[in-house]
């Protein structure tokens, strides 16, 4: 086949045989983490931690972090890992001494949930079942209800306008108290723009200007929306006044849409990326009909290439040329800037995309061979470049590799077209430690900018079991790993004065799923990734997802 596919085929009809599973490793012997999708209780009140090693004092604030807490709800249980409900996270840090307070989000789908003692509101992979007590016609009809979107923000921790919100990628947010982690407002995207939903991974300028990404659907189809959100305040209760769209993007297929997690940003450009991961939306919107959640709506088509889409910030122009690459998935990017006439795009991406539904709660807690088969069957996702000429016009050659630096190519094709292959930001060992996922750079200095330095989570288990600092200066790594411990997102905090772009902390929640209460939020010095200190915390916490780091005076 000719590697530069047609932007849209078809996807191949299903066929009624059982689907056979590729493998891309064969690991063996994993061990068993079924506690980290345990649910737990929360503290809301402020636990004193167990230092050793030393933290240093210089830091002083509050590391956030959101995740699921509780995937059962009376004798219903949750499908999905995405699935559970928001528990959010607070280490505070002050003086080298940490206390710990976590809090569930006081969402409708919570409180809904708690007060009928059963799933109420569905989830991305599960759906609410008919009331028990109606009778069976109301029960009936209650199947043709379109499904009520979930407000269960589990994902991140995100900032408009100097206030901590927590998202996930509906049109809900909800407002919290980043010191009480009480929730004090709901907001609705779609009472402000025609959007049913955001990212929960906006990106802010150095001014507070923050941008996002929702969809919208009409007669006309699918669209992607490039959002604005300004950085003022008319008064001291504003959410989202002032948001807008910036453009509007017409999916490649009106009613499948891609499914995105995340964008990219640079100095002028946002960087949609059309990806072959599709959301049926006649599936989507008679789920509830056929008993389907959102996640039997997915499905990844390797016939269908990869799309770069770029929009300019300040006119909201999408560019005429189209940057395609190979079938890709990924969920989040490392970072994107402009050099010499072209635009650098980081991201950690995998070669199939079929994982999503991998993630169900029954495999993360299989063991022995079950547990290994679902690994192994998991494509690895690595750290790629690739680099998009911005100019291409009449006299740009056909035929030929615009880009002059590194191993990414980008070659003009047609009048409009360029097709893009990617660049490996790392070298064979990293291999070892299963790929690399959960990226984080020094955001605010080098977002936008070139860079040299990020960091992320290892992948040997279907969860982070390592943590990982790579340097892009001859793309060596640093590795943090002890067996049986499984460290979540890593995220940097610069040191004061910092005169270099490592200059800081790398901290961590660490996970110790076989191990009683014992969790802990870990401190490494960026530069050695040398550990200094760690807080352990005397309650079960489990795998969150997304966090950031709340800096005090």
């Known amino acids: ?148 979107p979930t407000d269960n923000a589990n994902v991140s921790f995100v900032n408009y306008k100097g206030d901590y919100y927590v998202s996930t990628e509906t049109n809900i947010m909800h407002k919290v108290d980043p010191e009480t982690l009480e929730t004090t407002k709901k907001v609705d995207w779609s009472k402000f723009i025609a959007v ?106 390797p016939t269908l290439n990869t799309i770069f889409h770029l929009i300019h910030k300040q006119t909201g122009t999408v560019s005429a040329i189209k940057y395609l690459a190979k079938p890709l998935l990924t969920l989040h990017q490392i970072n994107a800037y402009e050099e010499d006439g072209f635009l650098v795009l980081d991201m950690c991406a995998s070669e199939d995309g079929e994982a999503i539904n991998n993630y169900n709660v029954q495999n993360l807690r299989k063991s022995g061979e079950d547990l290994d088969e679902v690994y192994n069957t998991m494509c690895r996702v690595f750290p790629r470049r690739f680099v998009l000429p911005l100019k291409v016009d009449q006299e740009t050659p056909y035929g030929n590799n615009l880009n002059p630096r590194g191993s990414a190519t980008s070659v003009r094709f047609a009048k409009n077209k360029v097709f893009c292959t990617h660049e490996d930001l790392h070298g064979e060992d990293l291999s070892e430690y299963g790929g690399l996922e959960f990226p984080q750079i020094n955001y605010a200095k080098y977002n936008t900018r070139p860079y040299r330095y990020f960091y992320g989570c290892g992948f040997r288990h279907l969860v982070g079991d390592s943590l990982i600092k790579m340097d892009l200066n001859g793309k060596r790594m640093k590795v943090w790993q002890e067996p049986g411990l499984y460290p979540s997102e890593p995220v940097f905090v610069p040191s004061p004065n910092a005169t270099e772009e490592d200059d800081g902390v790398v901290m961590s929640v660490v996970i110790t799923p076989n191990k009683d209460k014992s969790t802990f939020l870990l401190v490494l010095d960026a530069k050695t990734f040398a550990e200094l200190g760690r807080a352990a915390v005397p309650v079960n916490i489990p795998y969150g997802f997304h966090g950031t780091f709340n800096a005090t005076a």
């Open 196 to 301: 049913n939903g955001a990212t929960a991974h906006p990106h802010t300028e150095p001014d507070g200007t923050t941008y996002n990404m929702g969809n919208s659907y009409s007669h006309k189809g699918a669209s992607y929306n490039i959002i604005k959100v300004p950085h003022t305040k008319a008064t001291a209760e504003d959410t989202l006044e002032g948001v807008s769209v910036l453009c509007s993007i017409p999916s490649s297929d009106k009613s499948k849409p891609s499914y995105y997690h995340s964008f990219a940003m640079s100095e002028n450009y946002v960087v949609f990326i059309e990806q072959p991961i599709k959301m049926d939306l006649l599936k989507i919107v008679t789920g509830k009909l056929r008993g389907k959640s959102i996640s039997n709506s997915l499905f990844w088509d």
């Open 1 to 148: 086949m000719d590697p530069i596919r047609q932007e849209q085929h078809r996807a191949p009809a299903p066929t009624k045989s059982r689907k056979i599973a590729n493998h891309f490793t064969d690991v063996r012997g994993l061990p068993c983490i079924a506690n980290i999708v345990s649910s737990v209780e929360d503290s809301p009140e402020p636990i004193g931690t167990d230092v050793t090693g030393s933290i240093p004092v210089w830091i002083r604030g509050s590391f956030l972090r959101n995740g699921p807490g509780k995937f059962e709800i009376g004798n219903q249980k949750f499908n999905h890992w995405f699935d559970g409900m928001a528990l959010l996270h607070q280490f505070k840090i002050a003086e080298g001494r940490v206390t710990y307070k976590s809090r569930f989000l006081s969402s409708d789908s919570f409180k809904a949930n708690k007060e009928h003692n059963r799933i109420v509101v569905s989830e991305f992979g599960t759906i609410n079942m008919p009331d028990p007590c109606k009778n069976f016609f109301k029960r009936f009809l209650s199947r043709f209800k379109l499904p009520k």
